[in-house]
C-alpha cells in the first residue's frame, strides 16, 4: 500500500467518524423533540378534557341560576301579594294612632288580650339510657370516685 492510499483512508474514516458522531447527535435531538410532541398532545388532551369540565360546569351553573332567578321571583310575587294583603289589612285596622297614644294604659290591656300565652317549652326527652347516667355523671357527694384508687373528683 502507499502512502497516499492510507492517508485517504484515515481521512476517509475520519470522516465516517464524524458522520457517525454527527449522526448520533442529531438522533438524540430527534428523540428529544418526539418526546416532547408526545407530552405537548398529552397536554392538549388535557386542556381538552379541561375545557369540556369547564363547559359542563358553565351549563350547570346556567341552569341552577335560572332555577334560583325563577324561584326568586316566584318568592317576590308571593312576598308583593303578602304586603299587598298586610297592608289592606292595616289601613282597614279600626284603632287609629291617635287614641292609642292618648290611652297607654288601654293599649297594655289590649296587648295583653290580643298577645298569645307563651307556654314554656317542653322537657325534651332523654337520649340515652339511665345507665349512662351513672357511668358520666358524678355523684353529689363524690363517694363512686373515693372509692376508686387513684380516683380524682
Known sequence: MSIAAIVMNLVLSSLLLAALVFGWRLERRLKALKDSHDSFARAV?????AAARAEQG??????ATDE????????IEAAKALSARLER???ASSTPTLQTEARP???ARERERIEPVRAEPAAT???RARVDDDLFEPDADGARFRAILGGRR
Request: glycine share 0%; no cysteine.
Open 125 to 127: 326527652p332523654r337520649s
Open 89 to 91: 289589612s292595616v289601613s
Open 45 to 49: 388532551a388535557d386542556l381538552d378534557t
Open 105 to 107: 294604659t288601654e293599649v
Open 58 to 63: 358553565l351549563a350547570d351553573l346556567r341552569a
Open 68 to 75: 334560583a332567578a325563577e324561584t326568586l321571583s316566584d318568592r
